[in-house]
Structures are given as structure tokens and as C-alpha cells.
């Protein structure tokens, strides 16, 4: 048992971090003090203490409250200490320094507050810069704009603070892995083409707005193959998806929508009888169903519940979580809304242009909600990789994105989290994907 004083303003916050750091990933029962002073201090059985100074929560009013764009970190420098941290850790709330003597380790980074920030995703709700879906923008996040997106650092950090422990003598622990590949489908699109005209409609867009004759035959082909029966519709991926986890014994998880009219939104009522086909596949596959619930969803509580009513009386299976339609949430109100349907996880914190840890982790986390100050039952699960953000984003050629995928889960695995990919159901005959059928087999792996 090991004893931990912290400050006495920001307390539930506080208790938050220390449920994820120490509870959570590490292992570590402990007794909770009021400390006297400004930081946060861990008191070993032998004596020793490993301090954290307060560079953050201690700045400001509880009533006031810290959540204001002005308060986001601008820069990082590194904290770099061989015997105990393998990589220089990233430092944005106070100093990249710390002092070691006999007893006493004091760190002048506020460790805790960093692993705070990035769960909680506080930016995400300040962030004034949005995009036409309202979502703050990908370059204006903090781990983007610094280049820090492929890096765990909640999971850097949380390595670094058992590394402390240890070093300073106590080693009845062990930091808690279970590394897996889940495999994750967004169905937005049941059918490519909804008729003769719409396909039509796409191939004279290849020839004479993109000017794109391969696109145009490439599609052509695949629709005349569709429409002879020599093909399915090219969206209907799904038995292929099923045995691409089967194959190599992953858990899939798909999400589908039930609901949206904007002009983002892309649920027909009249797919519902393909849906709950493919749900009947799914679920005798012994995978999961996931919503995903429509752009007005993510803010419209009475909508959310709505979705999810019909979509379950239409599958009639449970519905273990969701994911929202491109990713759209606003923090902290999603979380709350999917916490108060009972749904288990989200896993909408992902990048739609980049790849990586949005919220510096790939390990799942119980979320927190920064405006009643509570842990909610609802646990994040993060995406690291959607499909559109290799190929059609970032435009990698197919080596290229390979490469990307092995060095994400060479990382993810020494973290022991969970390289949870996006593929969608609508890219595997994709003429963009036409030359990437090898990465799609290496996000299986
Ligand atoms: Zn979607």
C-alpha cells in the first residue's frame, strides 16, 4: 500500500487520475491524503517519495475554472533521464527537469496534469478553430500541431512513473498489458451505388469533372459486373470483413447507422432489411454491433435515443457501443449521452487526416466529464488507424502504409494496448484502394 497526498482544490479531477494511473494500469492499491502543500506526493512503505510539482491545477479558481483556450499548453520541451525513462519525455505543464537525492525523486513536470489533459480531451471543448461539422480541427489539436500524435504519451508517462517507483524501491507491481488487434467497421454506405443512374452519375464525374478515364472504367467495370450478377454491389464487403477476422482470430466490431438527415448523414430506411441480414452474419459470427449514430445525433440527446431504439428493434441483438459518424463529438456532452444509453465503450477519439493516439493512449480508459466533474461508467477505446486517413488523406502508397501499421504496433504492443483500425465496408473495391489489398491484410495481423 503506498500513500498519496495531493493538493486540496481540484480534488475530483485529482481522484480521477489517480483510479487511471495507479488503479487502472498499474496495479497499485493506495490511500488517498490532503496534502499541505501544492503537489502531488507518493509515499512509498519505505519512506521514499516521489514528488510532482503542480504546474497546472494549482493556477487556477475551481470556480472559475480552468477550461479556456488561453490555458492550452503551446509548446514542449524534453525531459530526458536515461536510467529511468527510455525516450525523453514530453513536458508541457511546467518544467523538463527533475531532481534526484537519497530519498526523494521531485519532478518539476506535472505528469499528472499532462495524463489529464489528454484523457479528458479539455482542449477539444475550448478549441475556437471548427471545421463545417463543428468539430475542432485536426491541426488545431495539441499532439498534431507538435508532431506528437504517434507517440503514447499517457502510456510514456504512466512507464515513467512505475519506472520511478520501482527505482525508488518498491516493486510489487506490474504495469497491466493485454495488447490486441481489433478490427472496426463503419458500415456508412450499405450500397455504393443506389441505381443505375447514381453509378452513372459517379462515372461521367470520372470522366469529365475529375478526368479520371481509369476511375471511370475501374468503376464501369465494377458496376456492369455487379449488374450481370458476376459481382455483389461493391459495398457488400461484409462476409469478406467476417472472414478477414476470423482468418486471424480477431473480435470485429461494426457500426451501423439508423438514423441522420443532414447532408453529411447517409442512413436509407429502406437498407434496413440488408442491415439486419448482415447484423444476423455478424452476430453468428459471435462479433459485435456498434452504432453509428448521425451527425445531430452526437449533440441531440432525444435523437441519440431514438437511433438507438430503432436500430435495436430493427437488429434485435444487443448493441455494445458506439462510434460516431465522422467522428463528430463534442466533449463532454457524447460521452455523457452514450454513458446515459448504457453503451460500454466509444470509440470515436481517433484522427480522420493523421494516425496515432488522440488521446495519447491506445490502452481503453473510463472517461471523465469535465463539466459535472465525474467519472462516468463509459470507457474510451481510441481509434489509431482509419483507412481514409492512410490512403485517401495522407496518401500513402501501400509499402509506405505497411510500414506505418508495423511501427504503430510495435508501439501499441510495448504499451500492451489496443491497435483498434478502422477499415470500412465501402473501401475494399474502392478505386483508391484498388493497389492496397496488402494493407489491408497487414491491420489483421
Ligand atoms: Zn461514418
Same mark, same amino acid.
Request: some cysteine.
Given at each position: 500500500?503506498?500513500t498519496?497526498?495531493i493538493?486540496?482544490?481540484?480534488?475530483?479531477?485529482?481522484? &480521477?487520475?489517480?483510479?487511471?494511473?495507479?488503479?487502472?494500469?498499474? @496495479?497499485?492499491?493506495?490511500?488517498?491524503?490532503?496534502?499541505?502543500?501544492?503537489?502531488?506526493?507518493?509515499?512509498?512503505?519505505?519512506?521514499?517519495?516521489?514528488?510532482?510539482?503542480?504546474?497546472?491545477?494549482?493556477?487556477y479558481?475551481?470556480?472559475?475554472?480552468?477550461?479556456?483556450?488561453?490555458?492550452?499548453?503551446?509548446?514542449?520541451?524534453?525531459?530526458?533521464?536515461? #536510467? &529511468?525513462?527510455?525516450? @525523453?519525455?514530453?513536458?508541457?505543464?511546467?518544467?523538463?527537469?527533475?531532481?534526484?537525492?537519497?530519498?526523494?525523486?521531485?519532478?518539476?513536470?506535472?505528469?499528472?496534469?499532462?495524463?489529464?489533459?489528454?484523457?479528458s480531451?479539455?482542449?477539444?471543448?475550448?478549441?475556437?478553430?471548427?471545421?463545417e461539422?463543428?468539430?475542432?480541427? =485536426?491541426?488545431?489539436?495539441?499532439v498534431?500541431?507538435?508532431?506528437?500524435? =504517434?507517440?503514447?504519451?499517457?502510456?510514456?508517462?504512466?512507464?515513467?512513473? *512505475?519506472?520511478?517507483?520501482?527505482?525508488?524501491?518498491? =516493486?510489487?507491481?506490474? $504495469?497491466?498489458?493485454?495488447?490486441?488487434?481489433?478490427?472496426?467497421? #463503419? $458500415?456508412?454506405?450499405?450500397?455504393?451505388?443506389?441505381?443505375?443512374?447514381? *453509378?452513372?452519375?459517379?462515372?461521367?464525374?470520372?470522366?469529365?469533372?475529375?478526368?479520371?478515364?481509369?476511375?471511370?472504367?475501374?468503376?464501369?467495370?465494377?458496376?456492369?459486373?455487379?449488374?450481370?450478377?458476376?459481382?455483389?454491389?461493391?459495398?457488400?464487403t461484409?462476409?469478406?470483413?467476417?472472414?478477414?477476422?476470423?482468418?486471424?482470430?480477431?473480435?470485429?466490431?461494426?457500426?451501423?447507422?439508423? @438514423?441522420?438527415?443532414?447532408?453529411w448523414d447517409?442512413? +436509407?430506411?429502406?437498407?434496413?432489411?440488408?442491415?439486419?441480414?448482415?447484423?444476423?452474419?455478424?452476430?453468428?459470427?459471435?462479433?459485435?454491433?456498434?452504432?453509428?449514430?448521425?451527425?445531430?445525433?452526437?449533440?441531440?440527446?432525444d435523437?441519440?435515443?431514438?437511433?438507438?431504439?430503432?436500430?435495436?428493434?430493427?437488429?434485435?441483438?444487443?448493441?455494445?457501443?458506439?462510434?460516431?459518424?465522422?467522428?463528430?463529438?463534442?466533449?463532454?456532452?457524447?460521452?455523457?449521452?452514450?454513458?446515459?444509453?448504457?453503451?460500454?465503450?466509444?470509440?470515436?477519439?481517433?484522427?480522420?487526416?493523421?494516425?496515432g493516439?488522440?488521446? @495519447?493512449?491506445?490502452?481503453?480508459?473510463?472517461?471523465?466529464?469535465?463539466?459535472?466533474?465525474?467519472?462516468?461508467? +463509459?470507457?474510451?477505446?481510441?481509434?489509431?488507424?482509419?483507412?481514409?486517413?492512410? $490512403?485517401?488523406?495522407?496518401?500513402?502508397?501501400?509499402?509506405?502504409?505497411? #510500414?506505418?501499421?508495423? $511501427?504503430?504496433?510495435?508501439?501499441?504492443?510495448?504499451?500492451?494496448?489496443?491497435f483498434?483500425?478502422?477499415?470500412?465496408?465501402?473501401?475494399?473495391? *474502392?478505386?483508391? &484502394?484498388?493497389?492496397?489489398?496488402?494493407?489491408?491484410?497487414?491491420? &489483421?495481423?
Amino acid at each position: 500500500m503506498i500513500t498519496i497526498k495531493i493538493p486540496s482544490n481540484y480534488r475530483a479531477e485529482r481522484a &480521477y487520475l489517480l483510479h487511471i494511473i495507479f488503479e487502472d494500469r498499474l @496495479g497499485i492499491s493506495y490511500e488517498v491524503e490532503p496534502g499541505s502543500e501544492n503537489h502531488t506526493i507518493i509515499v512509498l512503505p519505505n519512506g521514499n517519495t516521489i514528488i510532482f510539482e503542480d504546474h497546472f491545477f494549482s493556477l487556477y479558481n475551481e470556480n472559475k475554472s480552468y477550461l479556456s483556450e488561453e490555458n492550452l499548453p503551446a509548446q514542449v520541451d524534453f525531459l530526458v533521464n536515461r #536510467d &529511468y525513462f527510455q525516450d @525523453g519525455l514530453a513536458v508541457f505543464f511546467g518544467l523538463a527537469e527533475m531532481e534526484i537525492q537519497e530519498n526523494q525523486i521531485l519532478l518539476k513536470a506535472d505528469l499528472p496534469a499532462q495524463i489529464f489533459f489528454l484523457l479528458s480531451r479539455w482542449e477539444e471543448k475550448v478549441i475556437q478553430e471548427r471545421d463545417e461539422l463543428g468539430r475542432p480541427k =485536426e491541426k488545431s489539436l495539441f499532439v498534431v500541431k507538435l508532431h506528437l500524435n =504517434e507517440r503514447p504519451l499517457v502510456d510514456e508517462y504512466i512507464t515513467a512513473i *512505475a519506472s520511478l517507483i520501482q527505482k525508488s524501491g518498491y =516493486e510489487k507491481f506490474n $504495469v497491466k498489458k493485454h495488447y490486441q488487434v481489433i478490427p472496426s467497421h #463503419d $458500415v456508412d454506405f450499405v450500397k455504393k451505388w443506389r441505381n443505375t443512374f447514381h *453509378a452513372w452519375k459517379e462515372i461521367g464525374g470520372d470522366t469529365f469533372k475529375r478526368r479520371n478515364i481509369t476511375r471511370a472504367l475501374y468503376n464501369f467495370t465494377l458496376w456492369s459486373a455487379s449488374k450481370l450478377k458476376l459481382l455483389d454491389e461493391p459495398n457488400n464487403t461484409i462476409d469478406e470483413l467476417i472472414q478477414k477476422s476470423l482468418i486471424n482470430n480477431r473480435k470485429a466490431v461494426f457500426f451501423f447507422m439508423s @438514423g441522420g438527415e443532414t447532408q453529411w448523414d447517409n442512413y +436509407l430506411p429502406e437498407d434496413a432489411e440488408i442491415i439486419k441480414r448482415w447484423a444476423d452474419k455478424i452476430v453468428a459470427s459471435k462479433f459485435s454491433l456498434g452504432i453509428h449514430p448521425s451527425i445531430e445525433a452526437a449533440k441531440n440527446a432525444d435523437l441519440l435515443k431514438e437511433e438507438l431504439t430503432n436500430y435495436k428493434q430493427l437488429v434485435q441483438y444487443q448493441i455494445c457501443c458506439s462510434r460516431q459518424h465522422y467522428l463528430k463529438m463534442l466533449i463532454p456532452e457524447t460521452w455523457n449521452m452514450l454513458d446515459d444509453n448504457n453503451l460500454g465503450w466509444d470509440s470515436s477519439c481517433g484522427f480522420s487526416h493523421h494516425v496515432g493516439f488522440r488521446c @495519447g493512449t491506445s490502452y481503453p480508459f473510463r472517461v471523465f466529464d469535465i463539466d459535472s466533474r465525474k467519472i462516468l461508467k +463509459l470507457r474510451e477505446k481510441p481509434l489509431i488507424l482509419m483507412d481514409t486517413a492512410i $490512403v485517401e488523406h495522407m496518401k500513402l502508397t501501400e509499402k509506405d502504409a505497411i #510500414d506505418r501499421v508495423r $511501427v504503430l504496433k510495435r508501439t501499441i504492443k510495448t504499451y500492451g494496448g489496443e491497435f483498434v483500425f478502422l477499415l470500412h465496408n465501402s473501401s475494399l473495391r *474502392a478505386f483508391e &484502394y484498388r493497389n492496397h489489398k496488402n494493407f489491408f491484410e497487414e491491420l &489483421y495481423k
